[in-house]
Structures are given as structure tokens and as C-alpha cells.
């Protein structure tokens, strides 16, 4: 099901670099969302946007940044890698936002920082 | 804030039932969500309840009751292909839109 798409969708990097994910979206919705997963912890939700230029911080915020500069994409900085930010990060977008406010997922994007 | 607990693991029999429960403390509550997700995969959509009562949809259901903080959603008939995590995700009201917060999720093992 097309409409969602994350890049890269695995990246291996080194402590103290920048990485950036990108989370693009084809069908124009407003809610878009950035998660991690790991073992033990489950889904936790980083930052969230609701609108272009529109931001808001998650659980688990600390080190990550976003920007949405258009409605399309949804991008997530690292600014300084560590290794506590290996993971897999799943970006979302709420397809039926006001309603039933699903969530639907892109494929993921796991990143390994040695 | 948030808390939302639900069973590591659990494990079923081919063409039986099981249920698997969860529980939440939350301000702002404005729905619970069921989701799937096999091993290596992103999660995808079963059930949403916002209303206390039971929401049936084939051969999964998922009910709530918001005065217990409680909800379960029930897989009748098991198949092999149920094997997968569960995620129980209770939607937040949030600036500007809904968060929405998940639990750790249940690992579902499908026995022949």
C-alpha cells in the first residue's frame, strides 16, 4: 500500500555524526508522526507534526529534532548520534485525522550507530 | 502522562480463542487502538473503540470501558498467521492534534 515511504531504510553510522531520516507522504495529510521501536520499550513516540512548520515533542525527544518545510515530508535529525539511538524508527501519518484517526506506518528505517 | 500495560507474552493453540488485555491510566483519553505486527514488519491497523462496548470485526473484537481504564481485544478461531505482536495504543488529546502513545506490546505464540 503506497502512500508512505521512508529513506534511507537502513543506515549504519558512526557516534557523533549527523543523520537525517526522511519520511515522504503522496496523499496530503496534516498529522504526520516519528516513532522508535526497541525491545522491551515497544513503539515510543518522538516528535509529532500537525501542520506544516507545526511541531510537537513525544515521549522521547531528547536528541532528535524535525522539520516540516512542506506538507509532503517529515524529516528526523540526529544531530550527534549515539549508540542509545540505534533503532528502528517508523514514521506515521493519520489517515482519517478528526475520525477514527488511524495510523498508518511506512516500512521503517533501521539505524545501527557503532 | 501515560501508562499502558499489557502481557509480554502469551502463548495459544491453533483454532482456539485468547484475549489479550490492557490497561491504561491517561488525562485526556480519546480512544484505543489495536494494533498487528509480524516480526520484521510495521504495524497495521485492527480495531478502534471509543465507546465502552464491543466492536467486532470478523474474527477479531476489541472491547472498552473507559470508567476501568480497560480494554481487550479477543482473536477467535487462531491461525498459524496470528502469530505477531499486539499493540494496545491509547490516543491522547495533544496541541493541535492527538497523540497517540503505545503500550510495549504482547507477543502472540501460535501453537499447532
Known amino acids: 500500500d503506497a502512500g508512505i515511504t521512508q529513506s534511507p531504510r537502513h543506515k549504519v553510522t558512526e557516534t557523533g555524526t549527523p543523520v537525517t531520516l526522511r519520511c515522504h507522504q503522496t496523499?496530503?495529510?496534516?498529522?504526520m508522526y516519528w516513532y522508535r521501536q526497541d525491545p522491551g520499550h515497544g513503539l515510543r513516540l518522538i516528535h509529532y507534526?500537525?501542520?506544516?512548520?507545526?511541531?510537537d515533542k513525544g515521549e522521547v525527544s531528547d536528541g532528535y529534532s524535525v522539520s516540516r518545510s512542506k506538507t509532503e515530508d517529515f524529516l528526523l535529525t540526529l544531530e550527534s548520534a549515539t549508540s542509545s539511538q540505534t533503532s528502528v524508527y517508523f514514521c506515521?501519518?493519520?489517515?482519517?485525522?478528526?475520525?477514527?484517526?488511524?495510523?498508518?506506518f511506512g516500512e521503517g528505517s533501521r539505524l545501527t550507530v557503532l | 502522562g501515560q501508562n499502558i500495560d499489557q502481557p509480554t507474552e502469551m502463548t495459544a493453540t491453533e483454532g482456539a480463542i485468547v484475549q489479550i488485555n490492557c490497561t491504561y491510566q491517561t488525562s485526556g483519553f480519546n480512544g484505543l487502538f489495536w494494533y498487528q505486527q509480524h516480526a520484521g514488519e510495521a504495524p497495521t491497523f485492527l480495531s478502534y473503540n471509543v465507546l465502552d462496548g464491543l466492536e467486532e470485526k470478523g474474527r477479531f473484537s476489541s472491547f472498552l470501558s473507559r470508567s476501568k481504564g480497560y480494554s481487550y481485544l479477543l482473536l477467535k478461531e487462531l491461525q498459524m498467521k496470528d502469530s505477531a505482536s499486539y499493540l494496545c495504543?491509547?490516543?491522547?488529546?495533544?496541541?493541535?492534534?492527538?497523540?497517540?502513545?503505545f503500550g510495549k506490546g504482547t507477543r502472540l505464540h501460535i501453537l499447532p
Open positions: 495504543a491509547v490516543r491522547e488529546e495533544g496541541v493541535g492534534d492527538d497523540k497517540i502513545i
Open positions: 496523499e496530503n495529510h496534516r498529522y
Open positions: 507534526s500537525y501542520g506544516v512548520k507545526d511541531t
Open positions: 506515521a501519518i493519520n489517515r482519517l485525522a478528526g475520525e477514527t484517526g488511524e495510523l498508518f
